[in-house]
């Protein structure tokens, strides 16, 4: 079960943020084009850099806690996946304190 430890930890911050959608209605899955520009520029330099680490030698995956799928370069899926995961993560929560904090708004 070891091997499923990574991809728990992005279930768990999904499973954390994305009940803001429903119960607080901040609309950031139903914008998705919005969510896609924001997300994937910063997804993909993060993969670059991750990419340029790996094959330096800088940075390594315990084999043990990953699925091992790896794309190229050596990429872990779940490590691609977490630069997509944790910024919509981000961008629910953002939203949802923008959502509470908004003067005026009747609920």
Do not use: N
């Not at 995956?61 to 370069?73: C, E, H, S, W, Y």
């Not at 996946?81 to 005026?104: D, I, Q, S, T």
Request: net charge positive.
């Amino acid at each position: 079960m070891a091997h499923l430890t990574y991809l728990g930890v992005l279930a768990g911050c999904l499973a954390c943020a994305l009940w803001l959608e429903p119960v607080l209605r901040v609309g950031v899955l139903r914008r998705w084009r919005r969510l896609a520009l924001t997300v994937l520029p910063v997804a993909a330099i993060f993969t670059a850099w991750d990419l340029a680490a790996i094959s330096a030698g800088h940075w390594t995956f315990d084999p043990a806690q990953i699925l091992g799928v790896r794309l190229p370069g050596g990429l872990p899926l779940e490590e691609l996946l977490f630069f997509l995961v944790v910024p919509v993560c981000a961008v629910l929560g953002f939203e949802a304190v923008r959502k509470v904090l908004r003067p005026g708004d009747q609920r």
